[in-house]
């Protein structure tokens, strides 16, 4: 599988008064093609830092990220980005939300209606293009969102916590529908959870930060056969993992809640 994405001797400093906050420190990945990647650590170890700067949205203080071979500078289409709250716009319908960036684009409303159509049957959602987000579910919502990622079609899809704001419940089934979209789409995946047991189910890899500044700790192969099903979360070889990853986080959440950081 080809690099998809790099980063190289990523640092990010926050200035705050006389004081620089180092929330980075050394961060060197390579993310494969089509993997599906998770990061966790304690709250504060820069795991949304982290996204956002590959998306663009912030500079890192050094370091770079490339994206097939190109330097990440700003924004861009390749990199999807779906945040924790869904962010639909309320008074826009469904397919409305799903259209807008290709509208943003300047792709003509029948082509962006038949991208918008394909990937509303994709989530589940093909007769619900005409409700509104005050008229759905939390769940629906963010497969709305996920849609509206899809659409433009990017490289690399960037989720940072997409099921934190949803019930236990809605939460396992969502994971599940994600596997689904993505074994279908196999677009390359970064995903942002405080849940390792998310991490787990849902990843190729779990890339373990430590408490800030944020290094990678270890880097955990997840070699679980796909497709898989919800039932794998009941298996003794998924409760090891699991709790292989907490071992590794364990002290650094402990200490985090004693500073009072979260």
């Not at 990945?29 to 998770?38: D, R, T």
């Not at 995903?191 to 890339?207: G, K, N, P």
């Not at 990678?216 to 898989?228: A, G, L, N, Y």
């Not at 090891?240 to 985090?256: A, F, K, M």
Request: aromatic share 6%.
């Amino acid at each position: 599988m080809p690099v998809k994405l790099k980063t190289q001797g990523l640092c990010k400093s926050f200035v705050r008064g006389d004081e620089e906050l180092l929330v980075l420190e050394d961060i060197n990945l390579a993310i494969n093609e089509g993997e599906f990647v998770a990061f966790v650590g304690a709250s504060g170890c820069g795991k949304t830092t982290l996204l956002r700067i590959i998306h663009g949205l912030i500079k890192p203080t050094h370091g770079e990220i490339l994206v097939a071979g190109e330097a990440v500078q700003e924004p861009s289409p390749s990199r999807g980005f779906v945040l924790q709250e869904d962010s639909l716009l309320p008074w826009r319908s469904v397919l409305r939300n799903v259209t807008f960036g290709l509208e943003v684009q300047g792709r003509s409303t029948k082509e962006a209606d038949l991208v918008a159509f394909e990937l509303l049957k994709l989530v589940g959602l093909n007769n619900f293009e005409n409700h509104y987000p005050l008229e759905i579910s939390g769940g629906m919502r963010q497969r709305v969102n996920l849609a509206r990622a899809l659409a433009v079609d990017p490289d690399v899809l960037l989720m940072d916590e997409p099921f934190a704001s949803l019930d236990a419940q809605t939460r396992e089934v969502m994971q599940g529908e994600l596997l689904r979209i993505w074994e279908q789409s196999r677009k390359t995946v970064l995903f942002v959870t405080h849940q390792i047991d998310e991490a787990v189910y849902l990843s190729d890899r779990v890339v373990v930060l430590s408490t800030r500044p944020g290094r990678v700790k270890q880097d955990v192969t997840i070699d679980f056969p796909r497709p898989r099903d919800l039932s794998i979360k009941r298996s003794a070889a998924f409760r090891d993992r699991v709790d292989v990853i907490w071992r590794l986080i364990e002290e650094e959440v402990v200490s985090t809640v004693e500073r009072g950081d979260v």
